[in-house]
């Protein structure tokens, strides 16, 4: 494996509330990997963005991310990013989140879906109907697919982490085929990419986030925009899984994956 082609767009820090090591620290060990780049994309979750403190957090984020930038100059490329949930319950803190910083990338992401009080990793998935949750989520991101203040659509499944790896369920995505194809041709017709999330890979849903059926039908519907980002919260986990995506991304016909500095898209060979 030539790890010097590995880019991780999707790391969060001690400044996620779920993080585990300072920026400095992840970084030392992503050079340590040989990886080429990293985005520090810590959690911003805009609907209790005041009543959690995020407002603190994604000051501290960026400016610490910005000196791990600095000492870590020729060494590692950092980026400078931050993961924006629930953007459109407040677009307008939304906006003016992205626009006190300047920002390599931002993730948006949905992790407290519309009519839910906890964390899509807190909902009793086995006392819902799956495929009408699927559906509305699906809506929902396709609504945030339309936001100019995202650059990717983060890991566009992720309920499926408790779904199919905690709770066992096989879930058929042609049932909800309508949402996912609106889903990835919003993604396409606003010049989105689509992050695949490797973090799947080490849990107990066992693949990536999306899966390869939705990222084979993301192709055929003309989808060439695509990051890969591997969710990490400490720094053991920084990397990890991001080449096994670059392979099954190959085998799907994607010979480039992008990435972002100052928010404009780049390209680099995905040469696997």
């Not at 990419?193 to 849990?203: A, I, K």
Request: glycine share 6%; with cysteine; hydrophobic share 35%.
């Amino acid at each position: 494996m030539n790890k010097q082609r590995i880019m991780d767009l999707h790391v969060h820090s001690d400044n996620s509330p779920d993080g585990q090591h300072s920026p400095m620290y992840i970084c030392e060990n992503a050079v340590d990997k040989g990886l080429r780049a990293i985005a520090f994309t810590d959690h911003c979750e805009i609907d209790k963005f005041f009543s959690h403190k995020y407002n603190s957090m994604v000051f501290h984020s960026y400016f610490e991310c910005l000196k791990a930038r600095t000492a870590f100059e020729g060494e590692l490329l950092v980026l400078l990013g931050i993961e924006i949930a629930q953007p459109l319950s407040d677009r307008a803190l939304s906006d003016k989140i992205i626009s006190n910083h300047h920002y390599d990338i931002v993730l948006g992401s949905i992790h407290t879906p519309k009519g839910f009080e906890c964390d899509v990793k807190e909902i009793p998935y086995d006392e819902i109907d799956v495929y009408e949750f699927m559906r509305n989520y699906f809506r929902e991101l396709t609504e945030l697919a339309f936001w100019d203040g995202c650059d990717v659509l983060a890991h566009i499944t992720c309920p499926m982490r408790r779904i199919q790896g905690k709770y066992g369920i096989d879930f058929d995505y042609s049932k909800i085929s309508k949402e996912t194809d609106e889903l990835l041709k919003a993604i396409i017709e606003n010049n989105k990419s689509l992050e695949v999330n490797s973090s799947g890979l080490r849990q107990l849903m066992g693949r990536p986030m999306p899966d390869e059926s939705i990222i084979e039908r993301y192709r055929q519907l003309g989808g060439k925009n695509i990051t890969i980002g591997s969710d990490a919260h400490s720094a053991n986990e920084v990397g990890a899984g991001v080449y096994e995506c670059m392979k099954l991304l190959k085998k799907h016909g994607f010979d480039k994956i992008n990435f972002y500095t100052e928010r404009e898209m780049l390209e680099i060979n995905n040469n696997v």
